[in-house]
């Protein structure tokens, strides 16, 4: 299963990944700090999953809620790691490439696929976030009566299709900083506002709740950021592992810090009414909140186009009638995008459960994409221990005592001597196999009783 030849590291080295662009040069001339690149990972993981933690905790119990909030932060912690270390190992610098060296074509066709799946679900979360929003405000400060239905299909069309068709996501830069300074007041009066109501409604802290593995698939997708692994380790100016963990261990600890705040905050605000939108459980009448409300709107408006460009990119590229690389007239990327992004406008006017939206995500696509496939990367091409080597180490230390003079009493720093792992790498693989686990124990169980809920 696992191969002891060195594998190349190219990944360590600014000249040895794939050709940089003008434009990547100029954004990143000489690399970013640790910490830059920390709120880089940071800005990946906040975002619309945070507003869905209170009713997740209901969901899973508030203990089991928060202990798994912990653990799943671990979890994912991991990931980002996993995937880096496999990247140097194979010499690869993308998800997808490093995938398909460690684990074939049916790793790679697996990890397009449920690519696909997260980002369009994705894509159709923030649509139906952006029309309960956008519904609300226009039926408490408008004199019309607007419908749900009416308002996502105009902003779809009006305001969002538009921003589609460039080729790339350069031109959406600046939007992309709007979107992300919105987000602070909307998180800063959540966690203010939401105490005000407390008191007003009966809060169970129970140790599990009613619906624990649908919770599960929502805590998933809060933790989504495996995507972005890559663009990030690339932008450090110190491109080495340690520098790896120091940028994404900051980053999940702030998620974990600020997640947790919000979950609390909101769970004992609203208890078991938490809505899987938490700003749907603050009145008409707060317009603090009302402010929060047509933050998120435009903040979910621009980010929308930089998630589904990389649906669109990768069913061209899944239909090879990607023009740069196939040589292919625009209009068939165009149609795609048009086509890709209808079924999306449509299918969020039609859902109204958000939360049903969360959980099947999370199950369905974000637990492959995030913890299954790091996990069987890491297994495959990130270490070279396997069960066999284990057994071995435990029978070589059963039998310390009938050692001659003649063998080795320390184990190298590198992790093995004659083969035998060390117990960091042995623990790393364990923790791999655990990952792995959780991601299969999420994708099949979740998934399989969400749809027995339908």
């Not at 000489?30 to 969901?59: D, M, R």
């Not at 589609?164 to 992300?180: D, E, H, K, Y």
């Not at 402010?291 to 979910?300: D, E, N, T, V």
């Not at 649906?311 to 165009?334: F, G, Q, Y």
């Amino acid at each position: 299963m696992h191969s002891s030849r060195e594998l190349p590291s190219a990944i360590n080295e600014p000249d040895s990944c794939a050709p940089a662009t003008n434009e990547d040069r100029e954004a990143q001339p000489e690399g970013q700090s640790t910490t830059k690149v920390g709120f880089n990972v940071l800005n990946t993981i906040i975002g619309s999953g945070v507003l869905c933690l209170p009713y997740a905790l209901h969901n899973a119990g508030f203990v089991f809620g928060l202990v798994m909030l912990g653990v799943i932060a671990v979890l994912s912690q991991f990931s980002l790691y996993a995937l880096v270390v496999a990247g140097k190992r194979t010499g690869t610098s993308h998800f997808s490439s490093v995938t398909q060296a460690a684990l074939g074509n049916f790793g790679y066709h697996l990890l397009n696929y449920s690519m696909v799946i997260d980002m369009i679900g994705t894509v159709i979360l923030y649509l139906m976030i952006i029309g309960d929003m956008v519904t609300d405000l226009a039926n408490i400060y408008l004199p019309i009566t607007s419908s749900r239905a009416s308002v996502i299909m105009a902003v779809s069309l009006v305001v969002i299709l538009p921003l589609l068709f460039f080729r790339n996501t350069g031109p959406l830069a600046r939007l992309s900083v709007v979107s992300i300074l919105c987000l602070p007041y909307i998180i800063l009066a959540v966690a203010l506002r939401a105490p005000q109501y407390s008191g007003k409604i009966n809060v169970e802290l129970s140790i599990f709740g009613p619906r624990i593995l649908p919770a599960m698939g929502v805590l998933a997708f809060t933790y989504s950021s495996c995507h972005a692994a890559f663009p990030n380790y690339l932008g450090l100016k110190n491109r080495s592992v340690k520098a790896w963990v120091q940028a994404s261990s900051f980053a999940t600890a702030g998620a974990t810090t600020i997640s947790t705040a919000f979950a609390i905050t909101g769970y004992l605000s609203f208890g078991s009414n938490s809505k899987a939108n938490i700003l749907e459980n603050f009145p008409d009448s707060d317009n603090f909140i009302n402010l929060g409300r047509l933050l998120f709107a435009i903040s979910l408006i621009f980010t929308t186009p930089l998630g589904f460009y990389p649906i669109r990119d990768t069913v061209t590229e899944m239909l090879k009638i990607d023009p740069e690389r196939h040589n292919i007239s625009r209009v068939w990327e165009s149609i795609c995008t048009v086509v890709l992004f209808a079924i999306c406008a449509v299918a969020a006017a039609l859902c109204t459960d958000l939360g049903l939206a969360y959980e099947l995500i999370g199950a369905l696509s974000s637990s492959v994409v995030n913890f299954l496939l790091p996990a069987l990367v890491y297994l495959w091409a990130g270490t070279d221990v396997s069960l066999g080597q284990i057994i071995s180490k435990w029978k070589a230390s059963s039998s310390y005592g009938l050692h001659t003079e003649h063998d080795p009493l320390l184990v190298l720093a590198s992790g093995s001597t004659e083969g035998k792992p060390n117990i960091r790498d042995i623990g790393l693989w364990i923790l791999a196999w655990t990952v792995a686990a959780f991601g299969v124990w999420v994708m099949v169980l979740g998934t399989y009783n969400i749809g027995r809920e339908l």
